[in-house]
């Protein structure tokens, strides 16, 4: 399996190293199509089959087709990111039309310019950042309930947010290997604008193993005087982790807190607020395992 996976990287590079020119990439990306229209007509869909060698040609004639976009500058970065068939891969079966695919494509180049080591070793967590945070976090994030002043957001810079991770998968501080989650379990770990004082905050204070994740929703007691009398919105002009934990909160508090606390600790976490039968309701969800999510966490 891996001498074969090896003979896939080794097509990819083979390819980037005989094309050096970004002048003539389209030239030789339409040659390349034409090679592999002529290997299809031969041999059927099944010569693409995953890590066959020509899933790496035709993976390299996609990541061809972002080229234009960069105008002829950048050619260094792309084409080691081009290199990178997990990364390329990835990125290409992930990005969706709703995505910002140039500001994304911008974010990799980037990080492959600053970042070179992270992104080689953890390609698709570099794929989550850049799909996730190719644009602005809305300014009412998380919800409606809390004052925009009193959430401690900041701008993230995709870099430094990927070099901090990366430094917490080797310190294996994570409750996941990194390298064991997709690009779609990923971007529920990262889309967040938290600054990393919130997350080791977690990471020091939030001690629920993984397998009982959902007790830390009830952790935070629940704020009845406050539901009583009706105040929906957070009232104080600080909403830290730490004061979540210190003052409690209704629902909505809850699953936010359960959800920062989960990301911060390596687990892909989603934060639900939807209608019940008795009204409004907030509770969280979390990845128990690669593939397999709990959704009803105070539910």
């Known amino acids: 399996m891996f001498a074969a996976f090896g003979a896939v990287l080794s097509v990819s590079a083979d390819w980037w190293e005989q094309n050096q020119n970004p002048e003539s990439w389209m030239q030789a990306r339409e040659a390349l199509g034409n090679e592999l229209k002529a290997k299809l007509n031969r041999e059927g869909v099944a010569t693409l089959k995953p890590d066959a060698p020509t ?3 035709f993976r390299t004639w996609q990541w061809l087709g972002e080229w234009p976009q960069f105008q002829g500058q950048k050619a260094q970065e792309f ?5 990178n068939l997990e990364l390329i891969r990835a990125f290409l079966e992930n990005v969706r039309v709703e995505d910002r695919r140039a500001q994304a494509l911008a974010i990799l180049v980037k990080m492959q310019a600053k970042a070179p080591q992270e992104v080689k070793d953890l390609p698709r967590l570099a794929v989550a950042l850049a799909i996730v945070l190719d644009q602005p976090f809305p300014k009412r994030w998380p919800h409606f309930q809390v004052p925009v002043a009193a959430v401690p957001r900041e701008e993230v810079d995709p870099v430094k947010r990927l070099q901090e991770m990366a430094q917490l998968q080797s310190r294996r501080r994570y409750a996941f290997d990194l390298t064991s989650l997709t690009v779609n379990e990923l971007k529920f770990l990262v889309d967040h604008p938290l600054p990393e004082s919130e997350m080791e905050w977690a990471r020091k204070n939030v001690t629920t ?3 009982s994740f959902d007790k830390v929703f009830s952790s935070i007691r629940y704020d009845f005087a ?3 009398a009706g105040v929906m919105i957070w009232p104080d002009s600080s909403y830290r982790l730490a004061d979540i934990k210190e003052k409690g909160g209704i629902c909505v508090d809850q699953g936010y807190f ?3 606390a989960g990301k911060a600790k ?3 976490t989603l934060f639900f607020t939807g209608q019940g039968d008795s009204g409004g309701h907030a509770w969280f969800g979390y990845l128990d395992a690669p593939g ?3 959704t009803d966490c105070g539910r």
């Not at 084409?79 to 290199?83: A, K, Q």
Request: avoid cysteine.
């Open 292 to 294: 397999r999510w709990v």
């Open 226 to 228: 406050r539901l009583q």
């Open 79 to 83: 084409s080691e990111l081009g290199r």
């Open 55 to 57: 899933e790496a040609e």
């Open 209 to 211: 193993s993984r397998s």
């Open 266 to 268: 390596g687990l892909p």
């Open 258 to 260: 359960a959800a920062m």
